[in-house]
């Protein structure tokens, strides 16, 4: 198991290594820009290589990249999905160069008057161009949605039906996140629940394919459709559902990354939690906190 966040990039790439060091981090998720604009500085190659060797040195991996919150690769609008297919293979190319497992994608909203099945075709055929454009990158790294707004992805048999559509299902993988899943009807707060989930990942994409975990508490109740992430045991999952999650026997090899809100020390109060409800025989052991940063 490795535990981290979702850190930020501003100020550069060392600083958004020293975050994951003051949050003791053992594996990371990151943008490569701003989330909501479209404008981005490019990482070189050079940089992108001398920031995986620091991570590899500090023993954080593996290392993930988020696309931007922008992105709407199953728009009705073709403009807006020309622009998201574009920024998706850039950002594909930026996580080349910073030795990153994948790109976390979220899968775009087909709008109000979309289907579900346009909305598959539309991610599978962006896959498809990205790939042909950054051939041999990283992964594609599809995460499930709570299923707010017409966004693509709250059953995870939809995940299943992009990777058939795609001529490039050996470059996908999936990420589940627990607060999307329980907004759209995963019961993974119960044990029964919990059960039920697990097997349908292993029935629809395959265990194979879950490159990680978002573990995320959800300030929204079950069912709800919508996506409120929240600190870990305070929200509707709940302490003893998340432990449950954290501890399942099918789940502990995979890297969690929480995108919990807050500042810093919240992040920090999130991972002294998070580490008290794994299991001793599972938890990993804490990063030194650098003297330069104590
Ligand atoms: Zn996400
Ligand atoms: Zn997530």
Redesign the pocket.
């Known amino acids: 198991m490795r535990l981290g966040f979702h850190v930020s990039i501003a100020g550069g790439l060392d600083r958004c290594i020293q975050r994951a060091r003051i949050r003791r981090c053992t594996t990371l998720q990151m943008f490569t820009g701003a989330p909501v604009q479209w404008a981005r500085t490019e990482i070189s190659d050079a940089d992108g290589a001398a920031f995986a060797e620091r991570l590899a040195a500090l023993n954080i991996r593996p290392h993930f990249v988020h696309a931007k919150y922008l992105l709407n690769v199953s728009s009705p609008d073709p403009a807006l999905r020309l622009k998201s297919v574009e920024d998706l293979a850039i950002e594909l190319e930026m996580a080349r160069r910073l030795r990153a497992t994948g790109v976390?994608l979220h899968l775009g909203s087909v709008g109000a008057e979309g289907t579900i099945a346009e909305g598959i075709e539309r991610v599978a055929e962006a896959v498809n161009t990205v790939c042909e454009r950054v051939p041999e990158g990283p992964s594609l790294i599809l995460?499930n949605s709570a299923g707010q707004g017409n966004i693509v992805g709250a059953r995870f048999t939809d995940l299943r039906r992009i990777i058939d559509a795609t001529d490039f299902p050996e470059r996908i993988r999936i990420?589940v996140?627990t607060?999307?899943a329980f907004g759209a009807g995963y019961p993974l707060h119960t044990e029964a629940g919990l059960q039920a989930t697990v097997s349908e990942m292993a029935g629809t994409f395959g265990f194979d394919r879950l490159a990680l975990l978002?573990v995320?508490d959800s300030k929204v109740p079950f069912e709800s459709g919508r996506d409120r992430?929240w600190h870990i045991g305070r929200g509707e999952i709940g302490r003893e559902g998340m432990a449950r999650i954290v501890n399942h026997p099918r789940l502990t090899h995979l890297p969690f990354?929480m995108?919990t809100p807050g500042t810093e020390s919240d992040d920090i109060t999130n991972m002294r939690r998070i580490r008290r409800i794994i299991r001793r025989e599972n938890r990993p052991p804490l990063p030194p906190l650098p003297n330069d940063l104590r």
């Open positions: 976390v995460e990420c996140d607060a999307h978002h995320n992430h990354i995108e």
